[in-house]
C-alpha cells in the first residue's frame, strides 16, 4: 500500500514537472505575465536561466536593487519574450515616438544605445530596439495631485513667458523637514526670501511620502534660489524631493508625484520636455560650477517616461 502511494507520488511530480513550464510558456504565448515564486536554495542567475534570461534582466524587470538579495517566497514576474530590430530615425522622430511604437521606452531605448541626451538624435541615425511581443507595457498612472494642492499650482498668474526651464534637485539629506529647510536657507544661506524651492516633494520621514509642498517663491511667483546664477533663478522653477539619491532611490511616490507636477506646470507654463533638467544636467549645460545634485542613483528621463 505504502509502496503505491510513493509510485502515484513521483508521477505527480513528475507530471506537475512537466505541466508548469508549459502553463507558464503557453501564458507568456498568451500575453499573460507569467510568475515564478523563489524557492529555498535558488538565485537569480538560476531562475533566470530556467527562462532564457540574463539575471540583470531579471532583476530590472522586477525592481531588484541587489540581485544577490532575493527572499524565498517572493514571486517574480517573468517579462515577455522579446525580439530585437534595427531602426533608422527619421525626421520629426523622438525617442518617445520611436518608444511608442515598437511599445517599449524611451528610456530603454537610450540605454540600449548609449544615448546620454535625447535630443541630440539626427535623421539616419540607426537604433537597436528591442521589442515587446505580447503588447504594450502597463505604465504606472501618475498620482493624482490632490486637489487642495493642485489649487495652490493653479492660483498664481503666471505672466506669458514667465518660466523658461524646470530644474529638479535632493535635500541631500533624508532626514529634512520644511521646516528645518526653510531654517537653514533664511537663517544660515541668509536668503531673504527663505526656502529655495518652488515645490518640495517629501519622502515620508519628517515630510509626507509623495506629497507636493507648495512654496512660498511659487505663489508669489518669486524667482527662485536653488541656482548658481541670478539670472537663471529669475526663469527656473525649482523641484526638490527630500532624500539623499546619491545613497538612495527615491520612493515610488515621489516620482509619481514629480511626474504629475511636471505635468501640470509644463501645462501652465508652456515649457518644453527638452527644458526639464536635473540640477547636475542644468549646471553642467550652462557652464556653471559642477554638483552632484540629485545624485547618481536618480534618473530624471526614466521617472518622466514610464
Known amino acids: 500500500m505504502l509502496t ?8 505527480t511530480s ?36 530556467k527562462y532564457g534570461l540574463s539575471a540583470s534582466a531579471l532583476a530590472a524587470h522586477n525592481g531588484i536593487a541587489n540581485p544577490n538579495k532575493v527572499k524565498i517566497g517572493r514571486k517574480l514576474i517573468i517579462p515577455a519574450k522579446t525580439e530585437t530590430l534595427t531602426y533608422t530615425i527619421r525626421k520629426g522622430d523622438t525617442l518617445s515616438t520611436i518608444a511608442n511604437k515598437y511599445k517599449t521606452t524611451a528610456a530603454a531605448i537610450a540605454k540600449a544605445n548609449g544615448i546620454k541626451n535625447p535630443n541630440t538624435i539626427k535623421p539616419g541615425q540607426k537604433l537597436k530596439i528591442t521589442k515587446g511581443t505580447t503588447g504594450k507595457p502597463t505604465k504606472a498612472k ?11 499650482i493653479n492660483r498664481p498668474r503666471i ?5 523658461k526651464h524646470i530644474v529638479v534637485h535632493h535635500s541631500a539629506d533624508s532626514n529634512n523637514s520644511i521646516r528645518g529647510m526653510e531654517h537653514y536657507h533664511r537663517r544660515d544661506r541668509r536668503m531673504e526670501n527663505g526656502l529655495a524651492y518652488h515645490f518640495v516633494i517629501g519622502n515620508g520621514v519628517n515630510t509626507t511620502d509623495g506629497k507636493i509642498y507648495v512654496c512660498d517663491r511659487w505663489k508669489r511667483q518669486i524667482q527662485g534660489g536653488h541656482i548658481g546664477s541670478a539670472a537663471l533663478n529669475e526663469i527656473a522653477i525649482g523641484i526638490c524631493l527630500v532624500g539623499n539619491f546619491e545613497k538612495t532611490l527615491p520612493t ?55
Open 252 to 306: 515610488a511616490k515621489q516620482k509619481s508625484s514629480l511626474k504629475a507636477l511636471v505635468s501640470r506646470l509644463r501645462s501652465r507654463t508652456g515649457i518644453p520636455y527638452n527644458r526639464i533638467y536635473t540640477h547636475r544636467q542644468f549646471h553642467h549645460h550652462k557652464e556653471l560650477k559642477s554638483t552632484i545634485c540629485p545624485g547618481r542613483r536618480f534618473n530624471l528621463r526614466s521617472i518622466l517616461s514610464t
Open 14 to 49: 513528475r507530471i506537475l514537472a512537466i505541466a508548469v513550464p508549459a502553463a507558464l510558456w503557453l501564458g507568456q504565448m498568451l500575453g499573460q505575465a507569467a510568475t515564478h515564486t523563489i524557492q529555498r536554495g535558488e538565485t537569480l542567475g538560476v531562475i533566470a536561466k
Open 142 to 152: 501618475p498620482a493624482a495631485i490632490a486637489s487642495s494642492t493642485l489649487r495652490e
Open 159 to 163: 505672466r506669458r513667458n514667465r518660466w
Open 4 to 11: 503505491t502511494l510513493a509510485k502515484g507520488k513521483r508521477q
